[in-house]
């Protein structure tokens, strides 16, 4: 770790470069430093719009039976 700290930025060019390092202490590895990649197509808002139907009441409470169920009481 302290060799990471003291060389950060020649091993971020590295990683730049497209190289994945693995960094560790007391040899044990903890962390990986991969190189960033952009996401292919930004997301568009309203991308699913025609082929998702929401009920409108789809945030109602739900009855007492299935929130106790979820809470672990029944």
Known sequence: M??????????LARVEAGEELVLARSGHP???????RQQGIPR?????????????DFDAPLPESIGTAFRGEG
């Open 2 to 11: 302290h060799a990471a700290k003291t060389h950060l930025s020649q091993l």
């Open 30 to 36: 903890i962390a990986r430093l991969i190189p960033y």
């Open 44 to 56: 568009r808002f309203g991308g699913w719009r025609g082929r998702v139907w929401i009920a409108g």
